[in-house]
């Protein structure tokens, strides 16, 4: 399996190929990005690449992902401690979704008790109205990033249903 390292080198390649194509593709015509579309998904491709890796599963060791979190990293522990490795977290769906979850009840954690013990701090809050289509090319470009991840690992998609399949097999 390969290491963080060359997981990081994949996903950077990838993604120096995908700016490659997609300027070339632009100037040919060919598509229409604005630069905040190719930022926002260079961001989520970033983001799931160096901070929300699938091995953050191994969060209880030396992971390149959770030494990128700093100070932070240990917060990743549990996240290790309730997911085990190549499991549910390194699936195609459920596993980027699964640290996403975490990430938002840590998030919610911090703001409760930032608002409890300092009720006088100024929190940043959504813009008013959202714009969801913002999400789009973050969600496009994070998912990508842990797909390449699984790739690499060699687990392909139907990766769970084909463990489920054996077992009721085996049992039949």
Known sequence: MPSGRVHNSINMAVLLALGTGTLLASRAGLVTLTQ??????????LAGTFLLSPDLDLSEQRVNSKKNWGFLG?????????????GLSHTWVIGPLTRLAYLAILVFLAVGLLRTFWPAVHLPALPDPFKWKLLVPVTLGYFLS???????????????LRRARRRRRGRA
Not at 74 to 86: E, I, K, T
Not at 146 to 160: E, M, S, T, Y
Request: cysteine-free; overall charge neutral.
């Open 74 to 86: 240990p917060l990743w522990v549990p996240y290790g401690m309730v997911f085990s490795h190549r």
């Open 36 to 45: 905040s579309q190719t930022l926002q998904f260079s961001l989520g491709f």
């Open 146 to 160: 842990q797909w390449l991840h699984l790739i690499a690992d060699g687990i392909r998609p139907d990766h769970g």
